[in-house]
C-alpha cells in the first residue's frame, strides 16, 4: 500500500532573507467542526467564487475527522515552536464550530504580518504564478526545505511538489504561505498511522524543523521524532 505526502507552498509578500530570530508563524489547522457552504472571491478582485471550506475528510479506518487531526498535530506543533522562541499565533484551537473561510484566514497571517503562514492538512494538493508570481522562487524554496524535513520525520517516499493557483488562502495572503498535506486520510494504511499520537508527533516535529531551517534557525533545536 503505498504512502503518500505532498506539500503545498506559495509564498507572498516575504521580508529580506536571512535568519529571523523574533519571527512570527501563523499556524492554520485545516477545516473546522463545519463546512462552510457560503462563496467569496478566489482571489483579490477575481469574479470567480469557490465556496469557503468544504469541510475537509475523514479516516476510511479510524472515522477520525480531518479538523481534528489537523488540530492535533497544529498543537504539538506550537508547542515546539514556542520552545524555540518562536512566537505562534493560531487561526483556530478548537473544533467547535462553523469554518471562518480562506480569506478570513489569510488575513490572520496578514495581520500577525507572519513570517510564514502553515497551513496544515491531510488529504491531498500547491501553487502557481497568479496573483502571487513575483516571489514564485521564494515560494518552491520554502516548499522543499519544509518537504525536507517533514519527509526525513516520516520516512515517507518523495512525492515531489505539486502546483496550484486556485487556492483562496494563498492568493488572498501577503506573507509567506505553505499547504502541507500530512497524507490520505482515505487510505486505509496511512489513516492508522495518522491517527496515532506518535505518528502526529513525527509529523509535528518535521513540520518543526522545517519551518525553523527556512526561517534560518537551528532545526536542531525542534529535537527528533
Keep these: 500500500m503505498r504512502v503518500a505526502l505532498a506539500v503545498l507552498a506559495l509564498l507572498l509578500v516575504v521580508p529580506a532573507a536571512g535568519a529571523k530570530q523574533g519571527a512570527t508563524v501563523v499556524i492554520d489547522p485545516g477545516h473546522d467542526l ?3 457552504s457560503a462563496t ?3 482571489g483579490p478582485g477575481s469574479s470567480t467564487m469557490k465556496i469557503k471550506d468544504g469541510g475537509g475528510t475523514h479516516g476510511v479506518v479510524s ?3 480531518e479538523a481534528d487531526l489537523n488540530l492535533r498535530v497544529a498543537l504539538r506543533l506550537r508547542m515546539l515552536l514556542e520552545t524555540t522562541g518562536i512566537r505562534v499565533v493560531m487561526t483556530r484551537t ?3 464550530g462553523t469554518s471562518i ?3 478570513a484566514r489569510a488575513r490572520i497571517a496578514n495581520r500577525e504580518g ?6 496544515i492538512h491531510a488529504c491531498a494538493f500547491p501553487v502557481r504564478n497568479g496573483w502571487t508570481g513575483d516571489i514564485y522562487g521564494e515560494s518552491r524554496r520554502a516548499a522543499r526545505i519544509v518537504q ?8 515517507f517516499p518523495d512525492r515531489g511538489l505539486q502546483e496550484r493557483s486556485d487556492y483562496t488562502g494563498f492568493n488572498w495572503a501577503n506573507v509567506p504561505v505553505i499547504l502541507v498535506e500530512m497524507g490520505f486520510m482515505t487510505n486505509p494504511t496511512e489513516d492508522r498511522l495518522l491517527a496515532t499520537p506518535a505518528y502526529q508527533q513525527r509529523a509535528a516535529v518535521g513540520l518543526c524543523r522545517g519551518t525553523l531551517a527556512f526561517l534560518g534557525r537551528d532545526a536542531a ?3 527528533r521524532s
Excluded: K
Design 34 to 36: 463545519r463546512a462552510n
Design 40 to 42: 467569496e472571491p478566489i
Design 63 to 65: 472515522g477520525v475527522r
Design 94 to 96: 478548537r473544533t467547535a
Design 101 to 103: 473561510g480562506n480569506i
Design 114 to 119: 507572519a513570517a510564514l503562514f502553515l497551513r
Design 148 to 155: 525536507r524535513e517533514l519527509r526525513a520525520s516520516l520516512g
Design 221 to 223: 533545536d525542534c529535537g
